[in-house]
Each structure stands twice: as structure tokens, then as C-alpha cells.
């Protein structure tokens, strides 16, 4: 890219459909810097209003205080004091909708103004797609598969250097690809010329078998956004073991499950570079409570091998399920099946449970030091929901270094 903002000095973004900030963390670790994020659920901006925190401190070298909040040596109401309110002010819990884009649009002009940014580089966004996705009806009546278009409004009004949009890989297959093609045209109606990629995640590092499907524009360019090749051989994939076998087991000495605390030590030291990396600015975990099953869902579970499902119960349990991925037992020696929104078919590959919050969140390369907020169901939801930062963040590299 050609220019480095003068104000903040690098180049910033402004993240609509942020969820829980999957795609701004990765553009944070590339040296990207937030105006704003956008995102309807409270939860969600309760997780990204933290996460800004967490960046406001590091860059004023005091994460100190970040870290003796997720250590519980202070509360969250006390770690906020710390954080300016018109930092805490840029995460807007709102709903995209034609009524209410007047009022965002004049609140991010707001946080332009007063923080004198006189140009934006890039807007980002995950907007929803269950019109479109694998998991669901594939409705292309769907009004949310039109959301899509508060992104091309704004870099209508905006016009930063580039766009870049994720969503499922269907969105390049349901009914001859018409929701990738309806992206395309309307983002080259103002003038920017989109080049769509299907990534692969375990290409890229990622302990997830996990394919999205991103969308690169360039303003007033004629040339194809080029998006980073993939650096992993198959063989050499991170897998579940690498991602998780350092964090507490969750079971004791019998076999019983339990929930644990809501901060918890390590109970090793990392075991691989991955977990190093997740680590690395963390000395305790959170997010990390077990879910018990009931005994029933338990003995089933005890049945089914490692790598395998369902099918490999005794032929008279078989009958009882008839989900694809029922009753799925991680493979210690792979990559984990995509984090999904829900959380109650797939099982760690050693204990007789369900991946925590903190496991998923991990196969998905958020650090430990990354919050999530709300109840179990909510953070299984923002972390199903999210674009693996790293992922994101070696298409933003690719970005600054070629244009």
C-alpha cells in the first residue's frame, strides 16, 4: 500500500460485522490500526470493547495492567478506568440495517474527526451468511445475504485503498456462485476491483480444517489482489495435540470431568512452537470451563475411538444419531473439524468431552490472552463465528507489501 497514515502512524481499518474481531485482530498483528468496529451482539462488543483496551495499553507499554486483570488481581471495571472513553466509544453495538446506517456513518465521521484521520485505508467485514452457508437452508431470499451492501455504501462514502469481505465457501458455489458474482459487480460499480480466494486454514499454520472464502478490492486498480501462496505440506499440518495438549485436562485422577475455575494456571510448559505462540503474553487461562455430560452422553462418547464418530459405536447405538459429524472424536495426529457455532458434536481426542471454549478458540489461533465474553453459549458463538487471525493476518502482510 502507498501510504502510511501521519496521524497514527499506520495504516488503520474500520471493521463492520466484527463479531468477536477475528479479522481486526489479524490486521492488529500486521500493524494495522482500528477506528472502529461494528458489531450487533453485546456480548461480542463486550469482547472486542476489552480487546481494544488490551491494544490502547500495549501501545501506551503499560499491559501490565491488562495482564493483572486476566490474572484476577483487578476487575474489569477497574481495568477499564484505565482506557479513554473515546477508545471504549469506537466499538458500536449496533444493528446493520438502512435506518440505522445514517447514524454509524455520522459516528464513525465523529472518531475521524476527532482523532484528525482525514483518509481511511481499509474496511473489513464478515457479514453474515447463512444464505449462503453449507450449515443451513442456502435461503438466497435471505434478506441478511444483502448486508453485504452497508460495506459498499460506506466505501462508497469513504473510499479507502481497499476492501476486504469473508464468508463461507458457498457463497462461490450456490446457485452458480450469484452471491460472489452480486459482490463483484457491486464493489465495481465504485470502483473497486475484487478478486475472490478460497483459503485453506492448516495451509497456513491454523491446527483447522477450516475453508473461507475472502474477498480482496482495490480501489481503482486493474490489477488481481495476489493472495499469499500456503507455506504448510500436509504432513507437517499443526495438529489438535500441538494446538491443546498443554492446557489443564479438565479431569481428575478417575476419569470424573470437572468444570474448573474461571482462571487457571498452566499446568505445563509448552510443549511446541504453536503453543509458545499462544502463550506468549499469557500466564494463566481463561475461558477454559469444562462441560459435563450426562451419563448416558458420556458412555457414548467412552465408545468412540479416536478420529472417528458415531459410526463406530456398537451397531445398536448407531441408530440413534443421524448427524454426519455426531459423536466426533478429534484426531490427536490433525488439525480439528471446523469451530463451528454450536459445540455439542464434536469431542477432545483424549477425554470425554467437549472441546472448551479456550481449545476452540486456540484451533482458531486466537492467543490465550484474548478474551471472550457472555455465557458458554455466547463465546462458543463469537469463536465458531470468527476468521482465524493468523489467517487474516498473512493476507494483510501480502497487502502492505505488495501494494
Known amino acids: 500500500m502507498e501510504r502510511i497514515n501521519a496521524t497514527t502512524g499506520s495504516y488503520n481499518f474500520i471493521d463492520l460485522f466484527a463479531g468477536a474481531g477475528g479479522l481486526s485482530e489479524g490486521f492488529i498483528q500486521a500493524g494495522f490500526s482500528p477506528v472502529a468496529h461494528v458489531e450487533m451482539n453485546p456480548y461480542a462488543a463486550q469482547t472486542l470493547e476489552t480487546r481494544t483496551g488490551y491494544y490502547y495499553l500495549k501501545a501506551q507499554g503499560k499491559l501490565d495492567i491488562y495482564k493483572d486483570y486476566i490474572s484476577g488481581k483487578i476487575t474489569r471495571d477497574e481495568f477499564l478506568q484505565h482506557i479513554p472513553e473515546e477508545q471504549l466509544q469506537s466499538v458500536f453495538c449496533e444493528t446493520m440495517s438502512n435506518e440505522t446506517l445514517p447514524r454509524l456513518f455520522e459516528n464513525i465521521d465523529r472518531i475521524l474527526t476527532q482523532r484528525g484521520i482525514k483518509q481511511v485505508d481499509v474496511i473489513i467485514g464478515g457479514p453474515p451468511c447463512q444464505g449462503f452457508s453449507v450449515a443451513g437452508p442456502r435461503d438466497m431470499n435471505d434478506k441478511r445475504n444483502t448486508l453485504y451492501l452497508a460495506m459498499v455504501k460506506l466505501a462508497a462514502t469513504l473510499k479507502p485503498q481497499a476492501v476486504v469481505l469473508e464468508n463461507v465457501p458457498g457463497m462461490l458455489q450456490t446457485n452458480g456462485g450469484i452471491g460472489a458474482k452480486r459482490i463483484i459487480e457491486d464493489f465495481a460499480e465504485i470502483g473497486y476491483k475484487m478478486t475472490p480466494?478460497?483459503?485453506?486454514?492448516?495451509?497456513?499454520?491454523?491446527?483447522?480444517?477450516?475453508?473461507?472464502?475472502?474477498?480482496?478490492?482495490?480501489?481503482?486498480?486493474?490489477?488481481?489482489?495476489?493472495?499469499?501462496?500456503?507455506?504448510?505440506?500436509?504432513?507437517?499440518?499443526?495438529?489438535?495435540?500441538?494446538?491443546?495438549?498443554?492446557?489443564p485436562s479438565l479431569q481428575t485422577s478417575d476419569g470424573e470431568i470437572v468444570y474448573g475455575e474461571e482462571i487457571q494456571e498452566y499446568e505445563t510448559e509448552p510443549k511446541t512452537e504453536y503453543q509458545k505462540m499462544m502463550r506468549k503474553n499469557s500466564k494463566s487461562v481463561r475461558n477454559h470451563i469444562g462441560s459435563i455430560p450426562i451419563e448416558k452422553t458420556k458412555k457414548m462418547i467412552s465408545l468412540v475411538p479416536e478420529g472417528k464418530n458415531y459410526k463406530a459405536l456398537p451397531e445398536e447405538y448407531r441408530g440413534m444419531y443421524k448427524y454426519h459429524e455426531a459423536l466426533t472424536r478429534y484426531n490427536s495426529k490433525k488439525p480439528s473439524l471446523t469451530i463451528n457455532t454450536g459445540h455439542r458434536s464434536h469431542f477432545h481426542y483424549k477425554y470425554n468431552r467437549i472441546p472448551t471454549v479456550r481449545e476452540s478458540a486456540r484451533s482458531q489461533s486466537f492467543p490465550d490472552d484474548f478474551i471472550f465474553y457472555g455465557n458458554k453459549s455466547q463465546q462458543y458463538k463469537q469463536g465458531g463465528n470468527a476468521v482465524p487471525p493468523m489467517l487474516e493476518k498473512m493476507i494483510e502482510q501480502n497487502m502492505v507489501k505488495n501494494y
Open 197 to 247: 480466494k478460497l483459503l485453506y486454514a492448516p495451509d497456513y499454520g491454523i491446527p483447522q480444517i477450516r475453508k473461507r472464502v475472502f474477498f480482496v478490492g482495490l480501489r481503482d486498480s486493474e490489477n488481481a489482489f495476489e493472495f499469499p501462496e500456503p507455506f504448510v505440506d500436509s504432513k507437517d499440518y499443526v495438529t489438535c495435540e500441538d494446538a491443546i495438549s498443554d492446557l
